[in-house]
């Protein structure tokens, strides 16, 4: 147990016994307790293994190679389309948490091998990604932008391309590229605007 991370347990309202009772479970499979993201962050080795965090409507563990796990009890969640790696399983009350603690053990261990095999998550590359036929059409009007863009890291370009590609008109897809072109050309993420 790191004290430095026992703000986060004791500042939930919402949630509060049920991410003590994971936190809990959690420490009893020897993972090391860090703050990393603004929440309880538990590691094996120093790899990141699982999350504890909080949201309106639940909270949940978030496995971070949760993708390469058997889930052999079908209780992992791909948070959204763009996730590839992790996966959540969430409560809504203590109760659940007790009755599925010795599944959770099992699967942070199954974690554990994975992390110890060295196993990774096969990420899709960018270029595998659709690009919005509108920001297509300005980095083949615009070598530059298409140079810089090809500077950037994957995850910024694509940051960029779910973007671009979430409007579902045209012209609104057109105003945020048009928005976005000076700071690809400074070598900006999404994130860093």
């Not at 990393?36 to 990141?48: A, D, E, L, R, S």
């Not at 992390?115 to 070598?143: M, R, W």
């Not at 973007?163 to 050309?185: A, H, N, V």
Request: with cysteine.
């Amino acid at each position: 147990m790191n004290h430095n991370v026992d703000f986060y347990f004791s500042k939930a309202k919402k949630w509060q016994k049920e991410i003590e009772k994971l936190r809990i479970i959690v420490l009893e499979c020897q993972l090391s307790e860090e703050l990393k993201w603004g929440c309880p962050c538990y590691t094996f080795q120093n790899n990141n293994i699982v999350l504890i965090h909080v949201f309106k409507e639940y909270c949940a563990l978030l496995f971070l190679k949760g993708a390469l796990l058997k889930d052999t009890n079908g209780i992992l969640i791909q948070q959204t389309k763009n996730v590839q790696a992790a996966r959540q399983i969430r409560f809504t009350d203590v109760r659940e948490i007790d009755k599925l603690a010795p599944i959770l053990k099992a699967y942070i261990k199954e974690t554990i091998e994975i992390e110890k095999a060295g196993l990774k998550v096969e990420l899709k590359k960018t270029s595998e990604y659709n690009i919005p036929e509108e920001f297509q059409n300005k980095l083949d009007e615009i070598s530059a932008l298409k140079t810089a863009f090809n500077a950037l890291t994957p995850g910024r370009q694509r940051a960029y391309i779910y973007y671009f590609s979430q409007p579902k008109q045209s012209k609104t897809r057109e105003s945020r590229i048009e928005k976005c072109i000076k700071p690809i050309l400074n070598g900006k993420g999404l994130n860093d605007l």
